[in-house]
């Protein structure tokens, strides 16, 4: 099997710079994203809470820079391989604040950090489990299917305005007694973002002819 | 401007350019777009992300009469379109008929090179590097001449949609080579000028079989779940 064809990932999806914006920890084997709001740039910072790297219990966040939108989404994930067929359980202890929209763990089957999947065109393919106010057990259950490529991607993310924590990751193979969580993730991110582009497309279609641009190539 | 566009695998993320990675120069309002599948996967991520120049020829620029190129610069895997183009944006044009010519000049193309013009925005060429379901319903109208290495006159003529609020125009290379453009020149034309039928030609189904194949052969292998990495955030 040759890999190297996995890069025509199929999401036409609309992102980031990740030129070194990054202000948090970034631990070894966790990916952080955002979302990008031209010309503004990133939505959303995540990494290690530096508070919690100085008190000796780790825990990972996502931040929203401002005031973000109910189509900005900012994570911190990993793509795990060889889970086709089964059922995961990913759980942690999650708190959060601030949040308008939606915070908490999520599971998303195939490639596709979890910032990006509400733009992605076959939907997000994702469930989510929220946290609450002061730390909680949270967890997430999802069934990848057998026939996929078995990659599941896990990690936490914050849709919108606020704040999340989450820390004592868990990954699990369970059993088919522990039922599958129902929410998906990231769907109503996912229909406010084609919101956004409809309207912005009726207002083109209203505006006048913009010419082309130095096509002198000056 | 120079933002990026990423599709993030997680074993070598392709990266799609908007702005100022390659070493040419950019004229002011067009942008660089590109995404290559390198034949050599060592290059990644870099040769990803400069698998393509694209910019003015930098010996036009002394001649004086500059010219639009796109040169492939590393050897690209078969079967996942690789494609660099230098383009622009436009919106109001519903219902109009728009011609967009130059003189074109091809050399060495293995692939497709040539004018574009079609309605979409930014994404369309992304739609097609990534043989987005139903693209081949949306492909630009496409000019292309004989790869000879002469300067040969190009056109491309379209009806743009009552409800097609952006469309895309440039130059772009499918594959290997090196095609330049110059001589610009973008009008709204009348009924009497024929649209062009031929499109920009890109192989879609060699790359959603080569994706399928691939997905459904890792489906297959033996691969034992991998635990997850560093829960501890060390």
């Known amino acids: 099997m040759d890999y190297r064809s996995l890069l025509t990932v199929p999401l036409a999806a609309l992102a980031l710079s990740a030129s070194g914006a990054d202000t948090l920890r970034q631990p070894t084997g966790w990916t952080a994203g955002a979302s990008f709001a031209w010309p503004g740039g990133k939505t959303h910072e995540a990494g290690v809470a530096p508070d919690t790297d100085s008190n000796g219990r780790p825990a990972l966040t996502v931040k929203a820079l401002g005031e973000r939108k109910a189509y900005e989404v900012g994570s911190v994930d990993q793509s795990v391989m060889g889970y086709g067929g089964k059922r995961v359980r990913f759980s942690a202890q999650v708190k959060m604040t601030g949040v308008d929209r939606w915070a908490g763990l999520a599971i998303g089957v195939g490639w596709g950090p979890l910032y990006m999947r509400p733009l992605a065109d076959e939907g997000t393919r994702a469930r989510g489990a929220q946290g609450c106010p002061e730390w909680c057990d949270v967890s997430v259950v999802a069934d990848i299917p057998a026939d996929s490529n078995g990659v599941v991607n896990v990690g936490l993310a914050l849709v919108g305005s606020g704040q999340v924590w989450a820390r004592g990751f868990k990954l699990e193979i369970v059993g088919n007694e522990v039922p599958v969580t129902e929410q998906s993730f990231g769907a109503e991110a996912a229909a406010a973002f084609k919101a956004m582009v409809a309207e912005n497309q009726a207002r083109l279609r209203k505006e006048p002819p913009r010419p082309p641009q130095n096509l002198s190539l000056q | ?234």
Request: contains cysteine.
């Open chain 2, 1 to 234: 401007m120079n933002y990026r566009i990423l599709l993030l695998a997680p074993i070598a993320a392709a990266v799609l350019s908007v702005g100022a990675a390659s070493p040419m120069r950019m004229p002011n309002g067009w942008f660089g777009h590109q995404m290559t599948s390198a034949a050599d996967h060592t290059l990644m991520p870099r040769a990803a992300m400069e698998g393509f120049e694209i910019g003015i020829d930098p010996a036009s620029d002394a001649s004086g009469l500059p010219s639009l190129t796109v040169r492939s610069v590393v050897a690209q895997l078969p079967g996942p379109i690789s494609l660099g183009a230098a383009q622009q944006t436009l919106h109001g044009y519903c219902g109009k008929r728009l011609r967009f010519s130059a003189q074109l000049r091809a050399q060495d193309v293995r692939g497709w090179g040539g004018l574009f013009l079609g309605p979409g925005n930014v994404a369309l060429v992304s739609q097609i590097q990534v043989a987005r379901p139903g693209i081949e319903d949306h492909m630009p109208a496409g000019a292309t001449v004989p790869a000879d290495g002469g300067w040969h006159e190009a056109s491309v003529v379209v009806d743009v949609p009552a409800d097609a609020a952006e469309i895309t125009f440039g130059l772009a290379l499918v594959g290997q080579g090196q095609v330049w453009a110059r001589n610009l020149q973008f009008q709204v034309v009348g009924p009497e000028v024929a649209p062009t039928r031929e499109t920009l030609q890109a192989d879609l189904q060699s790359a959603r079989r080569i994706r399928a194949e691939a997905e459904a052969s890792m489906a297959k292998l033996p691969i034992p779940p991998m635990p997850l990495q560093n829960p501890s955030l060390d």
